[in-house]
């Protein structure tokens, strides 16, 4: 198993990114057989859970720092996890990655298949 994320960029406060989630180059595996979350990792700072979707029914979790803004969501026929990301906020910089578990979860400890990540930056 092997992500790679995009998507990210500078945006002003209050503004929208939308982050993707893929499987790497030819690896052709299905997203839809892992949950899959997305963290964050500010300059120093841990890595820490923004929000995972499970495999199958597609249950949804999310830090609390991010209900009601972020939103996540599989699109199965692009084989891709997608992290909509509203209302942007200066602490939601952050080099974002995703990776890929057999249960959902907001630790970081069951993932694997982390890519380059991609960064998020909000500022004016």
């Known amino acids: 198993v092997q992500l790679e994320e995009s998507g990210g960029g500078l945006v002003q406060p209050g503004g929208s990114l939308r982050l993707s989630c893929a499987a790497s180059?030819?690896?052709?595996?299905?997203?839809?057989?892992?949950?899959i979350g997305w963290f964050r990792q500010a300059p120093g700072k841990e890595r820490e859970g923004v929000s995972c979707?499970?495999?199958?029914?597609?249950?949804?979790y999310y830090a609390n720092s991010v209900k009601g803004r972020f939103t996540i969501f599989r699109d199965n026929s692009k084989n891709t996890v997608y992290l909509q990301m509203n209302s942007l906020k200066p602490e939601d910089t952050a080099v974002y990655y995703c990776g890929a578990s057999l249960y959902p979860s907001l630790g970081d400890s069951p993932y694997d298949g982390w890519g380059q990540g991609t960064q998020v930056t909000v500022s004016s």
């Open positions: 180059g030819s690896s052709g595996f299905s997203l839809d057989d892992y949950a």
């Open positions: 979707i499970s495999s199958g029914d597609g249950n949804t």
